[in-house]
């Protein structure tokens, strides 16, 4: 069992976003089973964790994987084939089938480098969805990295001192500096196992020409992502380096039978160095695939990979100059479930850094792109209140989405950074390529489109913005939560903050919800704020089915 919480945590500033009306999970103390699977370039893994809120921290109980390939995609058009899609469906059933035997409340599945890149990426997500009623989302490198971050954190003790974690997939390399606070820096890199293998490796064994090249591409494809991690070390500074997943455990795995002639149970802590490394490389570059399998520790699937999965090892580990790695066996599977407990409140004040990244990348990017944070917040708190007030009577949406609500009001006028004119156009593109982390692909694309709609025309499926959101449940959030933040929007037309407050009432009979402003001053009609309302208040009355209208509610004035 491993103790998430790491004492003499530094103290940050608490998030700036509202808290949630209501956090059923906050209080909780009876242990939860969660299930969390990656969805990746070689291999469909699941964990099945239980979860001890009260200390916090987790074991896992259950562990499946399939070997599925999906990085073998179409060389004409770069799609998933339909082999491997095939295969994936199948994984997915089983491991859907095993979480539920071993009752798990919630499956949280990501997908990494090959579905990001696939041109059917999306179409398989929707296939996934359809037949096995598992809704994967789709990360991006960075937010793989900084789960990957989260997970290795949760088994390993920093000490305070910067260590370097290399995580390599089947299509991506993720690198991360960390020292158990803030990561220093995430960087995600198109070379792993897989795609060089498919791409650059067409001899059996490998011939000296193609060794040398697979070395220097790789080389080249590390460079900038080192450089940009060297430039946030001291001078000075001392760092360890952590390796992660399938090829580095399967290469730890071969030195421990050769050196030991055991293989360590767990592998977790497990060393080897440089020069191993490439002793081990020069050995299996000689044999051919069936000759690699046959290699005590080694599986048949890894044998074909092997190879160009080594080859990054010892390049990251000569370019860094760092001659020893430690094996973690925990990565993205274990971030996802810190993420998850992050998430739902389970894990207290000393890691609150990790908690707030959402709410702390938001306010990244509205400083980055000039947001009037002033007026933005108060948009944020008119939307999160309405949000909250129609609430079971309107909507039925919870904490997740009211989190998406309120980073697309902070960011809804980020598009003025390009243009006055079509900003809210402006503001779905930066926001949908603007790196934000902690969410998910289908959750940038959702707060990308909210703020997008924040003004102007109502959601169209002739959109090309709306069309790429790939959930039917985030397109319906979409269209029931942008003319809240129309409303909100309205509320502080002037930007002024002449609205104090709004109090909603709802009235089923007349089918009729009325919204009672109170003025910030007694002497203020509001009256643009009002005709703003008026003018906005059709998309709401469209959506719900309802009518809306607006008063200002006149303040009691005190006798002297």
Not at 69 to 83: H, I, M, P, V
Not at 324 to 330: G, H, L, P, S
Not at 344 to 359: A, C, K, N, W, Y
Not at 365 to 389: G, M, P, T, W
Request: one cysteine or more; glycine letters at 6%.
């Amino acid at each position: 069992m491993i103790e998430l919480i790491h004492e003499n945590q530094e103290p940050l500033l608490a998030p700036v976003m509202p808290a949630p009306r209501q956090n059923l999970f906050l209080d909780s103390s009876a242990d939860r089973t969660l299930a969390a699977i990656d969805v990746g370039t070689n291999s469909i893994h699941m964990a099945v964790a239980r979860i001890q809120p009260s200390l916090p921290a987790f074991t896992i109980v259950a562990r499946e994987k399939s070997t599925v390939r999906l990085g073998d995609r179409d060389k004409a058009t770069g799609c998933l084939t339909r082999a491997a899609i095939d295969r994936a469906i199948a994984a997915l059933k089983r491991c859907k089938e095993i979480a539920k035997s071993l009752k798990a409340e919630e499956i949280v599945a990501v997908a990494t480098s090959a579905v990001r890149e696939a041109p059917n990426g999306k179409d398989f997500l929707q296939e996934v969805e359809q037949e096995t009623g598992l809704i994967i989302d789709l990360i991006s490198g960075q937010e793989e990295a900084r789960r990957i971050y989260l997970g290795v954190l949760s088994g390993v003790e920093f000490s305070h001192q910067p260590h370097v974690i290399i995580d390599i997939g089947g299509g991506s390399t993720e690198l991360v500096l960390g020292d158990g606070h803030e990561p220093r820096t995430l960087s995600s890199t198109k070379i792993g196992a897989v795609r060089l293998t498919s791409e650059m490796v067409n001899t059996d064994p490998i011939s000296n020409s193609e060794f040398n090249y697979l070395q220097a591409y790789v080389r080249g494809m590390l460079e900038r992502s080192v450089e940009e991690l060297q430039a946030q070390l001291q001078p000075g500074e001392e760092i360890g380096m952590i390796g992660t997943s399938g090829t580095i455990e399967t290469l730890a795995t071969i030195h421990a039978r050769e050196k030991l002639g055991i293989v360590p149970t767990p592998l977790n802590g497990y060393q080897f160095s440089l020069r191993d490394l490439r002793e081990i490389v020069n050995r299996l570059r000689k044999l051919n695939n069936a000759e690699r399998a046959e290699v005590p520790g080694m599986s048949d699937r890894r044998s074909e990979i092997i190879i160009a999965g080594a080859m990054i090892l010892q390049e990251a580990m000569a370019l860094l100059g760092l001659e020893n790695i430690t094996i973690c066996e925990r990565a993205l599977r274990e971030g996802v479930v810190v993420d998850w407990m992050l998430t739902h409140g389970l894990i207290e004040d000393r890691l609150r850094f990790q908690g707030s990244v959402r709410q702390r990348s938001v306010i990244k990017i509205a400083h980055k792109y000039n947001v009037d944070l002033v007026h933005s917040e108060r948009v944020a708190n008119f939307a999160l209140s309405l949000f909250d007030q129609t609430s079971g009577s309107l909507h039925q949406w919870g904490a997740a989405e009211r989190e998406l609500l309120w980073a697309a009001a902070i960011l809804h006028n980020c598009g003025h950074f390009i243009s006055h004119s079509a900003h809210h156009k402006h503001s779905y593109y930066l926001i949908r390529y603007g790196d934000l982390l902690g969410y998910t692909e289908v959750e940038i694309e959702t707060i990308a489109n909210l703020a997008r709609y924040h003004r102007k025309s109502s959601p169209k499926k002739k959109h090309d913005s709306y069309r790429s959101i790939s959930s039917k449940k985030h397109r319906r959030l979409v269209d029931q939560l942008n003319p809240l933040l129309r409303l909100a929007v309205a509320l502080d037309r002037r930007q002024i903050g002449a609205v104090q407050q709004v109090h909603c009432t709802y009235d089923q009979d007349s089918q009729l919800l009325q919204l009672h402003l109170q003025a910030a001053r007694s002497d203020d009609d509001c009256a643009l704020e009002l005709w703003s309302l008026e003018l906005k208040k059709l998309a709401f009355e469209t959506q719900f089915g309802i009518k809306l209208s607006s008063t200002l509610d006149v303040p009691m004035i005190a006798n002297s």
